[in-house]
């Protein structure tokens, strides 16, 4: 069994490597600065994670089967699977929206969220790297409701499916124009301005998925065909990563503009 998912990762690079040579958005080598750092991210968090959700789960099932109305479940889960996806796509962003802008605007989870936007260099890689407790916390917080309802397996593998190939896009170095479905389906541009260390960019574009719920709550960050001039934060982080979970551990003397969360929605 490929529980640390070596062959996954192979697939995916052997899809994305020559896709973002194609159609690149700023020049970038293949092995760039903090490559390995994030194959680590790939092994370690793949495992934990992996771990987390399948204990979240079988807790939210054990609780639904105690506190729901078996008639929900069974309604839930007796829709077309195509319903089911479009449910839990919006159901789990909602979670992703709500968790990623409290981590943003909460300082002690900054710290943890401050860890993935460290990347300089943002390729399909990045979207591995996350600190687990952002990762697990993120993840808790989206998909228990999902357990919760009774939603079918069939439709959570889909979903899962198409979560885990979208957030690689949408971290990966290339320029595709979505047209009219940029405010409908999250692009690698909306992303990147989520991820550039410029003013303008800070705490927006907070969906995993849909745009539009940036747009509904006010933090949609129109760009046009700007290219992000850099990503990053101004505090160093550590360029490990046992020094990057232990990152938010630490006691820093001040913060700056970056890593500091601002008042702004």
């Not at 479905?181 to 260390?197: E, G, I, M, T």
């Not at 990057?244 to 820093?252: A, F, I, S, W």
């Amino acid at each position: 069994m490929d529980i640390f998912g070596i062959k996954s990762l192979l697939i995916c690079a052997l899809i994305f490597i020559p896709f973002e040579h194609l159609f690149a958005e700023r020049p970038q080598k293949t092995f760039r600065k903090g490559l390995a750092v994030d194959l680590i991210y790939v092994l370690f968090n793949g495992f934990i994670i992996k771990a987390a959700i399948i204990m979240m789960a079988a807790s939210a099932l054990g609780a639904a089967a105690i506190l729901v109305p078996q008639s929900i479940t069974q309604a839930v889960s007796g829709q077309p699977i195509w319903l089911q996806v479009a449910e839990i796509i919006l159901i789990t962003d909602i979670g992703v929206y709500w968790t990623h802008r409290a981590f943003h605007e909460i300082p002690a989870l900054w710290k943890f969220h401050a860890v993935h936007h460290g990347i300089e260099e943002l390729d399909w890689l990045g979207a591995f790297h996350s600190h687990p407790i952002d990762a697990i916390l993120t993840k808790a917080i989206s998909l228990t409701p999902i357990f919760f309802l009774g939603f079918s397996e069939a439709s959570i593998a889909v979903f899962s499916g198409i979560y885990f190939w979208h957030t690689l896009l949408v971290h990966s170095n290339v320029r595709i124009p979505f047209g009219p479905l940029k405010w409908l389906v999250a692009s690698p541009q909306f992303h990147r301005w989520h991820h550039a260390n410029q003013r303008e960019a800070y705490d927006k574009n907070f969906a995993g998925q849909l745009p539009f719920l940036d747009v509904v709550f006010g933090t949609y960050n129109a760009t046009g065909n700007k290219v992000p001039e850099k990503y990053g934060v101004d505090d160093p982080i550590p360029s490990t990563y046992f020094g990057q979970t232990g990152y938010p551990l630490l006691r820093r003397r001040k913060l700056s503009n970056r890593t500091a969360p601002s008042t702004e929605a």
